[in-house]
């Protein structure tokens, strides 16, 4: 313990010892007492220096008291000392910092006043270094909080302050305009007006924890809208010391994630629909990491048809999953190609976990993200079951062509049933549609005519006169000229034709052909004076075929007259009546040698055939009754 007892003065120093009352006041006290003479030297002082500054008395005393203050403080403390002087009555206050038997500075409120002796003041030191603490920190708080209140005023971001109670204290013009309120409108709320219910407990936990630790508090919450919707934020409370009456408030800086909230929920549906379609997909498909190739994920067909869990598949190379051990060479090819971007289809064998075979057709898709390959995707289809459909596909269309054929077929006994039926009742024109459809396809396949219309035209001439079979067989047998009558009657077969095979749905205009086969480009034909343009190609070709085989074989009225002759008529009725290039290819066709009625005939229609009735006189160039 320090002695009670001053130090030992100077000789020269007329200072009486204190009283005995004054020296146990001085030795208790947490006051530093000194006396100094005017020269600034230290006389004496009581033990609290010992205490509170860890000097010895002796390390001071008769060293000048301003030797130990702080040297920001020494030019501060002249003048007091001046005026000690010049007043030598009166109290004078000084803060200023002494110098601690370690170094430090501690805070002191100097009380100085003149001594005992004109030549002596008096000194009494309060310490309040931690009064000095407190006050700047609360000017640090105070230049802290006006300087974020000047940084949020300004800043586009909203902004608002309150106290530990949650009410809010102020905010900027941003958190305004977020929120749709006016400034204030803002300060009659509290933070629970502004949050969901849902958000009020985690929210108090977060303001209370910004008040008691002092850190900041960051997380993401809705904050409600004046006219009741919700916008999502992020928001960090920061607690600070507050006003200079010392309540905490707190700032709350925020930060609108709609746009960022909006695209999550984009891309978390994206994902979702990308992943449903993963694994929906129809393909067992594996999801490789480019480089070591090493599968990251597989869909659910994958599973299914490979016979792996996804945990089996994921970490592993497919050369080890599902490539059989005799195709390993092809495996490690592929896995080469991969690395060079393969991404062509290919046929091949795959197994199962269990070791069963499978038909497969393999395609490896590079992924890339810009100039970055981030692996492959490879599908497996099962070409079992394409092959199987492509097996049912070929039948199917085998039975529709079979169909199609024996319908053809039945179309064609149909015609070839009509035509013996008209033949039978006009022995003399017996052959003669035959005859005229074998002359009618060779003219239309020359032409270069599509088969199946050259099929059409083929029906059309087997039953081109079947319309004869409404005349008196009388008539049809007549021979020589017919009267204007019976020609007319016989003229109607062209109708009569027409409106016998219009009803049958067949797949030619057979009735149409049959109803044109007497009409002549020049308008002189028959029943209706058709001209060029309105007569088809294929009743033109008919007409042609007519002709010549009406006068190149017998008739009831006349002898054959050849087909010289009738080559020879058509080409002068070429370009008029009748169709040049038609006229053409038929007198081609007959003067090389490639159509001749003999081998046409071959297969009559009708079991007999009667020769021309005797006396029949020719008259060249009269083709009247030509049906
Ligand atoms: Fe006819
Ligand atoms: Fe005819």
Request: proline letters at 5%.
């Amino acid at each position: 313990m320090p002695s009670a007892a001053p130090v030992p003065r100077p000789a020269d120093a007329p200072v009486r010892p204190p009283l005995s009352l004054l020296e146990a006041y001085l030795n208790l006290s947490e006051e530093l007492f000194c006396e100094a003479g005017y020269d600034g030297f230290i006389r004496w002082l009581n033990p609290a220096w010992e205490r509170h500054l860890g000097y010895k008395g002796e390390d001071l005393v008769d060293r000048p008291f301003v030797e130990f203050l702080h040297p920001a403080d020494v030019r501060t403390s002249r003048p007091f000392f001046r005026e000690i002087r010049r007043m030598r009555t009166g109290l004078l206050t000084l803060e200023a910092r002494f110098r601690c038997a370690d170094g430090t500075y501690k805070w002191f409120s100097w009380t100085l006043r003149q001594g005992r002796s004109p030549r002596l003041f008096f000194a009494l030191g309060r310490e309040m270094t931690e009064q000095k603490f407190l006050e700047e920190s609360l000017e640090q708080a105070q230049a802290r909080m006006r300087f974020m209140q000047d940084i949020a005023e300004s800043s586009i971001h909203p902004f608002a302050a309150g106290d530990a109670g949650g009410r809010i204290l102020g905010s900027n013009k941003a958190f305004q305009d977020l929120l749709g309120y006016t400034g204030a409108e803002l300060e009659g709320l509290t933070w629970k007006d502004l949050t969901p219910v849902r958000h009020h407990r985690r929210d108090s936990r977060r303001h209370e924890a910004a008040h008691r630790t002092g850190k900041v508090q960051g997380y993401e919450k809705e904050l409600i809208r004046k006219d009741g919707s919700l916008v999502p934020v992020s928001i960090f409370i920061h607690a600070v010391a507050g006003d200079p009456d010392g309540s905490p408030i707190h700032f709350a800086f925020i930060r609108d994630i709609s746009d960022r909230k909006q695209a999550e929920e984009r891309l978390r549906v994206e994902k979702a629909y990308w992943e449903r379609l993963f694994q929906s997909a129809p393909d067992a498909i594996a999801i490789e990491r480019f480089g070591d190739l090493k599968v990251v994920n597989v869909n659910d067909r994958f599973c299914e048809f490979f016979g792996y869990e996804r945990e089996e598949t994921v970490g592993r190379r497919l050369n080890d999953l599902v490539v059989p051990e005799s195709l390993r060479k092809e495996g490690d090819s592929l896995d080469r190609r991969a690395i060079a971007e393969w991404d062509a289809p290919m046929e091949t064998v795959r197994c199962r976990k269990d070791g069963t075979l499978l038909d497969v057709a393999i395609q490896s898709v590079l992924i890339r993200d810009g100039e970055n390959s981030l692996g492959y995707y490879t599908l497996y289809r099962d070409t079992r079951q394409v092959k199987r459909a492509e097996a049912s596909l070929r039948e199917s269309r085998e039975e529709l062509r079979r169909s199609l054929e024996r319908m053809e077929r039945a179309w064609e006994q149909t015609i070839v049933a009509l035509s013996n039926t008209v033949e039978r009742k006009d022995p003399y024109t017996a052959g003669h549609q035959r005859r005229v459809s074998e002359l009618a396809c060779a003219i239309a396949t020359r032409m270069g005519l599509a088969e199946d219309r050259v099929r059409g035209i083929r029906m059309a001439a087997l039953v081109h006169d079947i319309g004869k079979i409404n005349i008196p067989t009388d008539i049809l047998s007549k021979p020589g000229r017919l009267g204007d009558m019976e020609r007319s009657l016989v003229r109607t077969h062209s109708e009569s034709g027409y409106q016998i095979l219009k009803g049958i749905d067949l797949p030619w205009p057979l009735a149409e052909i049959v109803y044109q086969h007497h009409e002549r480009l020049d308008g002189s034909g028959y029943p209706l004076g058709l001209k060029n343009g309105e007569i088809l190609l294929d009743a033109q070709i008919l007409a042609v075929a007519d002709i010549v085989e009406a006068i190149s074989w017998d008739r009831p009225y006349r002898p054959a007259l050849g087909v010289d002759t009738a080559l020879a008529e058509i080409q002068l009725l070429a370009g008029t009546a009748l169709n040049q290039e038609v006229v053409d290819t038929c007198s081609t066709l007959v003067s090389e040698g490639s159509f001749s009625f003999a081998e046409a005939s071959d297969a009559p229609l009708v079991a007999e055939r009667k020769g021309p009735p005797q006396g029949f006189l020719f008259q060249p160039r009269d083709f009247s009754n030509l049906d």
